[in-house]
């Protein structure tokens, strides 16, 4: 009888340790699962914005590496929504017994061909202007054109052109083409150095209130909101345009550029202050001139953004001084579908990674242990299952 109660209490310990070991194999399936979902995941940057991106575009991936051309087409199509047509252009242009530009007249020494704007031949004593036919009221916006240099001077070379944001379009003056005491902004290139510093040629933004003359004899030393030198070897007589992106949100203005051989864009000033005049009528224009030495000076494309619009839809600030900048947005979207980082890497992200790595390893670990264990477990009770022998039997 001892016998027999001996062998049911070996049974039932044995049953036991079979379901503890089967336990411990399921649990360490579901650590092995785990970890394996885990190390397999995105990065944290890349899950917060990977899946919005490409909900925006069905674009296939682009080079990391593209040209800034490219990169702005990804931009174009990911943001074509806030593209303000009636103001931008760009080639082919319509050819209706000459070419023409939609929404735009121009004049002086100007040509239009089928791909760019000559606003002047290389030719002494030439100017000429380009300007938008409708009045914008915008106040927060960002614009990016295209521009190029060329001539046949080889040591001095000018005037110069300009880019205006103004109440007082298409009045000749002496300011590149365009009338003085203007109001309203003007981004000057200024390729000739009157005042003899050697710092040309430069990028400068002038914003008047209709009471600043431009000092001509210092090319606006001193009047300028924000500037910075050009380097004449990157951005003339060079194949391709240089592009310019003027950024104008909440009374602050932000100016880049981008040469043409090149894929990145450098900072020439920011949060200039300006002072723009709600329901005011501006205009957008470009103009240039010559003088005793000459440049031709081209104009390929224009583009203009409403940020205001952008900021609504997005559901973010207006006064984040950064979400206008669809190029930087595009590259960065172009990476993360390359499965490449953004341009920074966040003190989140390395934490993730560092942790979302231990963990796995961690839940790795703990399986091997209890699958083992549970496999002892199962040889144990495979060699206590011989049936006992009862006595007399």
């Not at 530009?101 to 040509?111: E, L």
């Not at 990157?234 to 981008?258: E, I, Q, S, W």
């Not at 796995?360 to 496999?375: D, K, M, N, P, R």
């Amino acid at each position: 009888m001892d016998s027999v109660c001996t062998a049911k209490t070996r049974g039932v310990g044995g049953l036991k340790r079979l379901q503890v070991g089967v336990s411990a194999v399921v649990w360490a399936s579901v650590l092995v699962v785990l970890a394996l979902l885990l190390l397999l995941s995105e990065d944290a940057g890349t899950a917060r914005h990977g899946k919005g991106v490409q909900a925006a575009t069905r674009l296939e991936p682009l080079d990391p590496h593209a040209a800034i051309d490219q990169v702005r087409s990804h931009a174009h199509a990911l943001h074509q929504s806030f593209l303000r047509p009636e103001f931008s252009f760009e080639p082919p242009f319509p050819f209706r017994g000459y070419f023409v530009i939609d929404n735009w007249s121009y004049g002086g020494a100007a040509v239009v061909t089928e791909s760019f704007v000559r606003i002047t031949p290389d030719r002494q004593r030439k100017s000429g202007w380009l300007w938008s036919k409708q009045s914008c009221t915008m106040l927060d916006w960002e614009a990016m054109f295209e521009f190029r240099v060329s001539g046949s001077g080889t040591s001095t070379y000018g005037d110069g052109m300009a880019f205006w944001f103004t109440t007082t379009p298409k009045q000749k003056g002496n300011v590149y083409g365009a009338r003085d005491q203007w109001l309203g902004l003007s981004i000057i290139i200024d390729t000739y150095d009157n005042n003899g510093n050697g710092d040309g040629p430069r990028l400068l933004a002038i914003w008047n209130n209709g009471d600043i003359k431009y000092d001509h004899n210092r090319d606006g030393q001193g009047q300028e909101i924000g500037s910075c030198q050009l380097s004449p070897s990157a951005m003339r007589n060079v194949d391709g345009f240089t592009t310019v992106m003027v950024t104008m949100l909440n009374g602050k203005l932000r100016v880049k550029y981008a040469y043409a051989q090149k894929d990145h864009w450098v900072e020439c000033f920011s949060d200039a202050h300006v002072e723009p005049v709600e329901r005011q009528s501006y205009y957008f224009g470009f103009t240039a001139a010559t003088g005793d030495i000459a440049d031709n000076h081209d104009v390929r494309s224009f583009a203009v953004y409403d940020l205001k619009a952008m900021a609504h839809a997005e559901g973010t600030d207006a006064t984040d001084h950064d979400h206008g900048d669809f190029e930087l947005k595009a590259r960065r979207a172009i990476n993360r579908r390359q499965g490449r980082n953004d341009d920074e890497v966040t003190v989140w992200s390395v934490l993730w990674i560092v942790f979302k790595w231990i963990f796995g390893a961690v839940c790795l670990t703990i399986a091997v242990v209890l699958a083992l264990s549970g496999y002892k477990v199962y040889m144990k009770r495979a060699g206590s299952t011989r049936r006992p022998t009862l006595p007399g039997v």
